[in-house]
């Protein structure tokens, strides 16, 4: 298993947002993370990625121990994370953006630039825009280039948090098929989504969570064949085909 997440015990001050996760990916797999506001999605992916420290339980990835390591430290083991929100940088150019994602590489100009070579071909878009202003792009540009970003460290895991939030329906489901390519490529992706329709239709397995507890995990088709996930989650609109 390329991660490994077991018994996470994650605290607010005195409010237990995580109660005892745990969780998998293995190596090209996409794996989607469900459920509503709150329910302690971003929190998992956070404390994966070495953002918050947890009380307890254990992160293993690629086999090493990865709880306590900085998140830099954690980039540059094969693990990234697109946030919530895209987090890009308004006022320099996608090309700059990208730079900074490939910061760990960045005595290595030549690779850097093949990597930014391999971003504009799995986003055409953002190639004819290089040199705009990332806070002039559509929003739909913005999520591939906070993408593209994550990319530059070339992960063995990609963790998505809502990528395709305030993005039009069309938006989405091209945004998420980009995604699927990725994988099929090689990438693991641990994907939180709050389209549950389109997020179990490009993964593989797939985990509930609710108040801060794992409620269901399986295959991605059992789940979106439960009754129990289709009458909390699957409104929204049709599959990725």
């Known amino acids: 298993m390329l991660l490994e997440v077991a018994d996470l015990h994650v605290y607010y001050g005195n409010i237990e947002a995580l109660k005892g996760i745990t969780l998998g990916v293995d190596s090209g797999e996409i794996v ?12 998992t992916l956070k404390t994966i990625s070495g953002l918050l420290r947890p009380r307890s339980g254990t992160v293993t990835f690629n086999g090493a121990n990865i709880v306590g390591r900085s998140a830099h430290e954690v980039v540059a083991l ?19 953006n990208l730079s900074l994602g490939g910061y760990l590489i960045r005595r290595h100009r030549d690779l850097q630039r093949k990597r930014r070579d391999s971003v504009y071909q799995t986003f055409p878009q953002l190639a004819a825009r290089r040199k705009q202003l990332a806070g002039t792009l559509s929003g739909g540009e ?93 409104g929204g609109y049709e599959a990725v085909s």
Do not use: C, H, W
């Not at 989607?32 to 929190?43: D, R």
């Not at 697109?82 to 996608?94: A, D, M, S």
């Open 32 to 43: 989607a993370v469900l459920g509503s506001n709150g329910a302690g999605k971003t929190t």
């Open 78 to 96: 094969g693990l990234s994370q697109v946030p919530e929100g895209r987090r890009i940088f308004n006022v320099l150019t996608v090309d700059e």
């Open 142 to 234: 913005q999520q591939m280039l906070a993408i593209g970003r994550a990319l530059m460290s070339e992960p063995k895991l990609l963790m998505l948090d809502e990528p395709s939030l305030g993005l039009s329906p069309l938006l989405s489901r091209l945004l998420l098929k980009i995604v699927r390519q990725i994988s099929n490529q090689g990438t693991a992706v641990l994907l939180v989504e709050q389209n549950a329709r389109q997020a179990l239709a490009i993964s593989d397995r797939a985990y509930v969570i609710e108040t801060g507890s794992i409620a269901l995990s399986g295959k991605a088709s059992q789940l979106a064949a439960d009754e129990r996930v289709q009458k909390a989650y699957l």
